[in-house]
């Protein structure tokens, strides 16, 4: 899901704001792997809260380019 709409992003946006968007999202997936690091020892929680951090990123995409 998250992966489909960033390809979309790639082709729809300019190249100064695909870059910044680039930028954006390396930062998000260092913050979203440092989360995953905290909530291994429960993978039912980790599962559950990594799916909604990343269903929010594709929220916040669409809000952002698509509205």
Do not use: H, P
């Amino acid at each position: 899901m998250l992966n489909n709409l960033y390809k979309s992003l790639k082709t729809d946006l300019d190249k100064d704001s695909f870059n910044k968007l680039k930028r954006e999202q390396i930062q998000w997936l260092d913050e979203k792997m440092a989360k995953e690091k905290g909530l291994s020892k429960d993978k039912l929680f980790m599962y559950q809260s990594l799916a909604l951090v990343t269903i929010n990123r594709c929220e916040k995409f669409n809000e952002r380019y698509y509205k």
